[in-house]
Every structure is written in C-alpha cells, then in structure tokens.
C-alpha cells in the first residue's frame, strides 16, 4: 500500500486507489492512514467524525465507513491482479479500534520522518553539505498542506498541525545548513517570502537578517528586524529574544566577524 499525506491525499491499494470521495469515509481512512500500522481507537474515530456530541448511531455508522472502505480495497486487490491481500487483513479489527496495514508499501509521511532524522544527524556531525541535502529531499516530498483536500474535524487538524510544525523545523535547519555552507545570496528570495508567510516565526527572521547582512545589506536586515518586533509588540506584547537582539547588535556594529549561523539555532529554532 502507497499512502500519500503530504499534500493531496492518495491511498493505493497495489497501484489502484482507494481513497473514497465522501468526506466521512475519506477522515477515516486519513485517520488510519496517519497512523498506519498502529490501531486507532473507536472513540478516536468517533470524535474526529463527530466531535464531543456523537450521534447515537454513530457506532453502527462507522462500521458502515469501515465495509464502504474494505469494498474499495477489494475493487483494487481485484484490479490490481493476482496476489491482492483480503480487504479484512488491509484494514482490519483490533480490540476497541482499527488498523490499515500498510504491507509492504511506501509512506510519504515516514519518508520524510526518515529524511529529516537522518539530516538533524548529520548537521549535529558537522556535515553541513549532507544534512542540506538530505533536509532538501525530505521537503520535497511535500506537495502542498498535509491532507489538503480532507475536511478535518479536531483529530485530524491537530496532526496537521503537527506535520506543518515538523515541516517548519525541518526547513529551519535546512536553511540553517546552507548558511554554515554560505549560500547567503541564494537565500535572500526564499526568506523574504518565508518571514512574510510567517511574520513572528524569530528563526527564519533571525536567518534573514544573517543572509542579508553577510550580503552586504545591513539596512534592509535591521529593517526585517523591527518589522518582527513591531509585529511581536503589537499582537502579543512581546519583545524579540536575546538571541535575536545579538544578531541585531552585530548588524548595528557591523563587526569585523560577522555573526555564524550557530546564532540562530536553539531557542529560535524553537520559536514561531
């Protein structure tokens, strides 16, 4: 089984989709599809289908999503040719939940998971080269907003939300490592559109203001500056951190030593 989270959804059942078109079917098998390999609770289901004030049928209703779900992969176990695994043994009942087995297919969601772990050890190495690369491959894997086109009730917006804020991270350090790598001008485009989509995430700011002030554009990187703080002061009552006020000193001064990438990392790489 293919599952594709990281933008449009897609399952495939040996090449064949079977991702429903109804929006009720089409949370529960994203649900499932999230957490493939692993049951989900009834009551995870329910929630997500209906909130706190479930229906009384909601149960029988559920198990009505299920058997819609199993006929979907039979179709495709049956398109896709001989050796398609029994729709009971693809999503199958567990105590108290359900489960989508993957088989033996691929996930984009794990890839990335993958990728990105495998970069954060390399940057933790020293090899700033590597991790970009592999950062890079594990953002490319994203097409668009997680589940772009599932309507989300509560469950499946908060793992959206956890996705974008992996996503995040992961291109924190991917931009992080080409700093250290010294793609300061390459950089400039990517960030000024990155700090407009996120106007109070410190990091990327913090990484703006280095690219443009090793590029020589001092007055536009303490611009970027006081765009954040007033954006900060104003909607939270906030003043930016310390690490990002050091950077905004070393702009000032124009030090002799600029200042390293290793600036924004910690608890900006936190921050947003």
């Keep these: 089984m293919d599952i ?3 933008g449009a959804f897609d399952v495939r059942e040996k090449g064949v989709s079977i991702t429903p078109t109804a929006p009720k079917p089409r949370q529960v098998l994203a649900l499932l599809a ?11 289901l329910t929630e997500e289908l209906w909130g706190q004030r479930p229906p009384r049928s909601a149960r029988p209703t559920l198990q009505t999503y299920v058997m819609h779900l199993r006929e979907l992969i039979a179709q495709a176990s049956a398109a896709g040719g001989a050796g398609g695994r029994p729709p009971k043994q693809v999503l199958r009942t567990m105590p108290g939940g359900y489960q989508l087995d993957s088989g033996e297919g691929t996930s984009d969601v794990r890839e990335f998971d993958r990728l990105a772990r495998t970069g954060y ?14 950062l890079r491959s594990a953002l490319d894997l994203w097409t668009g907003p997680a589940l772009a086109d599932v309507p989300a009730g509560d469950c499946l917006r908060a793992e959206t939300t956890g996705l974008e804020e992996s996503r995040l991270c992961a291109l924190d350090r991917r931009i992080e490592a080409d700093l250290r790598l010294g793609r300061h001008r390459e950089l400039i485009a990517e960030l000024t559109v990155l700090v407009t989509r996120h106007p109070t995430h410190e990091s990327l700011c913090g990484q703006l203001m280095l690219a443009l002030h090793r590029s020589g554009r001092r007055g536009e990187a303490l611009a970027a500056y006081q765009r954040l703080r007033a954006t900060l002061v104003r909607e939270f009552g906030l003043e930016p951190s310390a690490v990002l006020g050091r950077i905004r000193q070393s702009v000032l001064t124009a030090a002799e030593d600029n200042p390293r990438a290793d600036d924004v990392t910690g608890p900006l790489s936190q921050a947003g």
């Design 4 to 6: 594709g989270i990281l």
């Design 34 to 44: 999230l957490h493939a390999d692993r049951a989900v609770p009834v009551a995870t």
């Design 121 to 134: 050890r390399a940057m933790d190495a020293g090899d700033h080269r590597e991790a970009a690369r592999l």
